[in-house]
């Protein structure tokens, strides 16, 4: 019993649901790497495959049933420049679409350790790869859309071994820009009003999870841009998965909070006040109310320490968070403590002309005022928002959160 119930713990872990999808059903590479879960933890074993830790490999005696011979072999079939170029996929994990090779060439071409490298030969060895089954297509419908073998990874993380440390550095560096590019493209997909562009954008997001998540990582070590998180939120957002969308935007709030200082100063210290502000929409979405409410009186704070906003736009986001704090306090049945965050919102949106967004601000009113019972004044409320929704030709608007995308 004490074996099936460990079992079953492993079976629920995330880490171990995360290692199946590396290992997507390959029956040697499964019997070898799943071996280690007698010692070590679903997580454990990732880290290891991650690091391309040999040990990891001891399946068998037999040369040949082992995960890394394996490989090998058709690795040492492959010809010599090819060899060299596709150790270029190491950082790559679960897919690469064939089409995106040559604008991740350019993107190491830039930097020094690979500019002799002859990349017009790249897509000869991604063929060659293919041939052997180290790459496979998804879908006969769509050949450029591969799927990597999954261990294939694993043996090029070993192979990196061989490269000094600052081509390696360059390796991690080239792959961040490359998928810094593709979030961006696949973010704008997923906030078109285009259906199909949309689809699209999740799509690719679904299949290209791994590798936008560990760019992603690449960026919070370096405290670069944190953009692709925004990709990953829309992408969370759209399929319903309000639990991975809240896991994420904690993580990388606390990764941000150990930048420097003066980032929120540079050119992308706005990605703090939208990550905050994606937080606290987790934490309103999920009903932790108190804990959104931090994170907004947080963003006042944010918005205060960036110098380089223009003052109307800063109103505005000081206007859009009262609101905010003035929903929490709503949901908390603070309704006082409410209706002082809705006329502090609405103050700012009189001041600037936003008379969109003081309709908005005039119906919560008046839901407060009915729900105090003052119920003379929430009807004055009410009237004041249906002349400017009427005199708009419009209806009540739903504030959403900032986004990079806007």
């Not at 390959?26 to 454990?44: C, D, F, I, T």
């Not at 390696?168 to 997923?190: D, I, P, T, V």
Request: charged content about 25%; aromatic content about 12%.
């Amino acid at each position: 019993m004490g074996d099936e119930r460990k079992i079953a713990q492993i079976r629920e872990d995330g880490d171990f649901q995360k290692l199946m999808k590396v290992l997507a059903g390959y029956p040697l590479a499964m019997e070898v790497v799943l071996g280690n879960l007698k010692n070590l933890s679903p997580q454990e074993v990732l880290g290891k495959l991650q690091a391309a830790d040999i040990n990891l490999d001891k399946g068998s005696e037999d040369k040949t049933q082992s995960i890394l011979k394996c490989v090998e072999y058709s690795h040492s079939n492959l010809s010599p420049d090819a060899q060299k170029v596709l150790l270029c996929l190491a950082p790559f994990s679960g897919f690469i679409d064939r089409n995106d090779i040559s604008k991740y060439a350019k993107e190491l071409q830039k930097l020094e350790p690979f500019q002799d490298y002859d990349f017009e030969k790249f897509d000869d060895a991604v063929q060659e790869a293919i041939n052997w089954g180290l790459l496979s297509p998804i879908s006969e419908d769509i050949p450029r859309l591969l799927q990597i073998q999954p261990v294939f990874p694993f043996f090029l993380q070993a192979k990196l071994a061989e490269l000094d440390a600052v081509s390696k550095e360059a390796l991690r560096e080239g792959f961040k820009n490359h998928y810094l590019g593709l979030g961006r493209s696949y973010g704008q997909s997923m906030v078109s009003k285009d259906a199909r562009k949309q689809k699209l954008g999740i799509f690719f997001c679904r299949l290209e999870y791994e590798n936008l998540y560990s760019a992603l990582q690449i960026c919070l070590e370096k405290q670069k841009t944190v953009s692709i998180f925004f990709c990953l939120d829309k992408y969370f957002e759209l399929i319903n998965d309000i639990q991975s969308k809240l896991k994420l935007a904690s993580a990388v709030n606390l990764a941000l909070e150990q930048y420097p200082p003066d980032y929120i100063n540079g050119d992308n210290g706005y990605d703090i006040f939208i990550a905050n502000d994606l937080l606290a929409t987790c934490y309103l979405q999920t009903q932790n109310y108190q804990q959104a409410k931090q994170r907004y009186e947080k963003q006042l704070e944010i918005i205060d320490k960036i110098t380089s906003l223009e003052e109307t736009r800063k109103k505005s986001y000081i206007a859009g968070t009262y609101h905010q704090l003035g929903i929490v306090a709503q949901e908390l049945r603070e309704y006082h403590q409410a209706r002082d965050y809705y006329q502090q919102a609405l103050e700012i949106k009189i001041e600037y002309g936003d008379k969109y967004f003081c309709a908005s601000t005039y119906h919560q009113l008046g839901i407060v005022a009915q729900e105090l019972r003052e119920y003379h004044q929430a009807l004055d409320y009410y009237q004041q928002a249906l002349e400017i929704f009427s005199n708009m030709g419009t209806s009540i608007p739903v504030l959403a959160p900032t986004t990079i995308w806007e």
